[in-house]
C-alpha cells in the first residue's frame, strides 16, 4: 500500500521556524514530482512547494517564497519542508502528495493522509 506520512509540524510563535518531514512507503519517488500542499480552517487546499525528485528543480508559491525550502533524500524516500520567518497565514495542516499540484490543489485531497498540523501564534 502508497503511504506518506508526515511529520515536524508544531506551535511555534510568530518569525520562527520548523522543519517538516514526509516519508513514503510502498513506492519510491523515481522522477516523478511531488507536492507539498496546506489547508487552513475554513478554505480551500492551496499548493505551497513543490520539487522534481530526479533534478531537483523546486517551485514555490509567491505567499511562501523566500521562506520555504524543499529538499529530499532519495535514497531515504523522504521529502523536506523548511519553513523559516513563519507568519500567522501560514497555520493550516501541511500534506504531502505525489504529483503537480499547482494549479488544481483540491486534486490532492483523494491522495493525502492525515498531515501535520502547523500553528503559528504568539
Known amino acids: 500500500e502508497v503511504q506518506l506520512v508526515e511529520s515536524g509540524g508544531g506551535l511555534v510563535q510568530p518569525g520562527g521556524s520548523l522543519r517538516l518531514s514526509c516519508a513514503a512507503s510502498g513506492f519510491t519517488f523515481g522522477s516523478s514530482s511531488v507536492s507539498w500542499v496546506r489547508q487552513a480552517p475554513g478554505k480551500g487546499p492551496e499548493w505551497v512547494s513543490m520539487?522534481?525528485?530526479?533534478?531537483?528543480?523546486?517551485y514555490y508559491a509567491a505567499s511562501v517564497k523566500g521562506r520555504f525550502t524543499i529538499s529530499r533524500d532519495n535514497a531515504e524516500n523522504t521529502l523536506y519542508l523548511q519553513m523559516n520567518s513563519l507568519k500567522p497565514e501560514d497555520t493550516a495542516v501541511y500534506h504531502c502528495v505525489r504529483g503537480d499540484r499547482r494549479y488544481d490543489p483540491q486534486s490532492a485531497v483523494g491522495y493525502w493522509g492525515q498531515g501535520t498540523q502547523v500553528t503559528v501564534s504568539a
Open positions: 520539487i522534481n525528485i530526479i533534478s531537483g528543480r523546486t
